[in-house]
């Protein structure tokens, strides 16, 4: 189960905390990434924390703004959006895939369970 919060309305230049409470992952190749979509455009991930490797990975269009992070005695995965800007909002979406790939972490027909999402606006 997926679940986000965190989501809300904030001002240019603001910043923002999602958190995603992921319980019954317990496989040593999950990965969690966020997402987001917005009205009119394609779904696009933006961060993912591989438990295998320990790492994460941001997408260039955030890398600098966003990190991702992960407490696994929460069962947390933390989204921190810096420096947030109008083109940001969007629906976000928190996504687990069981067996996760390196090379498909952006590809979201690959994540196998989905939470209901968080609506992030700015303004400008």
């Known amino acids: 189960q997926l679940v986000e919060s965190g989501g809300g309305l904030v001002q240019a230049g603001g910043s923002l905390t999602l958190s995603c409470a992921a319980s019954?992952?317990?496989?040593?190749?999950?990965?969690i990434g966020w997402w987001r979509q917005a009205p009119g455009k394609e779904r696009e991930g933006v961060a993912c924390f591989v438990r295998s490797d320990g790492e994460s990975y941001i997408s260039n269009s955030v890398k600098g703004r966003f990190t991702i992070s992960n407490d696994n005695a929460k069962n947390l995965v933390v989204l921190q959006m810096n420096n947030l800007k109008p083109e940001d909002t969007a629906v976000y979406y928190c996504?687990?895939?069981?067996?996760?790939?390196?090379?498909?972490?952006?590809?979201?027909?690959?994540?196998?369970?989905w939470g209901q999402g968080t609506l992030v606006t700015v303004s400008s």
């Open positions: 996504a687990a895939d069981s067996r996760i790939i390196l090379s498909s972490i952006w590809n979201w027909l690959n994540y196998d369970y």
């Open positions: 019954g992952f317990t496989s040593d190749g999950y990965g």
